[in-house]
Nanobody
Framework: VQLVESGGGLVQTGGSLTLTCTASGFTFDHGIAWFRQAPGKGREAIACISTSDLVPKYDESVKGRFILTSDYDGNTVTLQINGLKPEDTAVYYC??????????????????????WGQGTQVTVSS
């Protein structure tokens, strides 16, 4: 399995950005999530989705500004971020798991759920 993130960059406060996770190698239902890690901070969950139901789930801290979408087979998962703030500056990671049951069972926003990780894409928001 490979996960490749794209779409990061430098954006002004208030702007929008769409990140894309391109997955390959999954053969059955699976889960995909987005996490981020700001400088000097721990990894933070943003949102997740399982191909079994295609229902996105969000961390409470990002509801309203982040929109997660997936194509029908979960191989292209996008994260749209609106109203960007300087505190959104972080490396954004895509993660994947074959254990989609954990994703729909309430464990989708926990990093140990995921066995595959991308290299990350940098998002920098200027004030």
């Amino acid at each position: 399995v490979q996960l490749v993130e794209s779409g990061g960059g430098l954006v002004q406060t208030g702007g929008s950005l769409t990140l894309t996770c391109t997955a390959s190698g999954f053969t059955f239902d699976h889960g995909i999530a987005w996490f981020r890690q700001a400088p000097g901070k721990g990894r933070e969950a943003i949102a997740c989705i399982s191909t079994s139901d295609l229902v996105p789930k969000y961390d409470e801290s990002v509801k309203g500004r982040f929109i997660l979408t997936s194509d029908y087979d979960g191989n292209t998962v996008t994260l749209q971020i609106n109203g960007l703030k300087p505190e959104d500056t972080a490396v954004y990671y895509c993660a994947g798991t074959t254990n989609w049951v954990r994703v729909i069972s309430g464990y989708g926003l926990e990093s140990p759920t995921y066995e595959y990780w991308g290299q990350g894409t940098q998002v920098t928001v200027s004030s």
